[in-house]
């Protein structure tokens, strides 16, 4: 069974940083593009970036310059370096993959940028 589990969120103040985390179990991780989604407060769930299976990155426009996703094919591990906080990106964070023609959703973890 596929399972990803995220860590890393908190509280931040306006312009400081977080590191989230996702650990990937029960795929071949290395074979997979990785994806970090986020729900903020009255919107719908949207992608933020994302890292091919040969490490090529694409980022939503409101990210770009401030985040930074990468992975690590050894521990099966992806992450997302978030800078310059705002807090409009207050929100939960779900790291996801296709496997095998089915959407594996983690069960996300909390972000909140506030003073």
């Known amino acids: 069974q596929v399972r990803l589990v995220e860590s890393g969120g908190g509280l931040v103040q306006p312009g400081g940083s977080l590191r989230l985390s996702c650990v990937a179990s029960?795929?071949?991780?290395?074979?997979?593009?990785m994806n970090w989604y986020r729900q903020t407060p009255g919107h719908q769930r949207e992608l933020v970036a994302n890292i091919t299976s040969d490490h090529n990155k694409n980022y939503v426009d409101a990210v770009k310059d401030r985040f930074t996703i990468s992975r690590d094919n050894v521990w099966a591990r992806v992450f997302l370096q978030m800078n310059t906080l705002t807090p409009d990106d207050t929100g939960v964070y779900y790291c996801?993959?296709?496997?095998?023609?089915?959407?594996?959703w983690g069960r996300g973890t909390q972000v909140t940028v506030s003073s």
């Open positions: 029960g795929m071949n991780f290395r074979l997979y593009d």
């Open positions: 996801n993959t296709r496997y095998k023609g089915y959407q594996v």
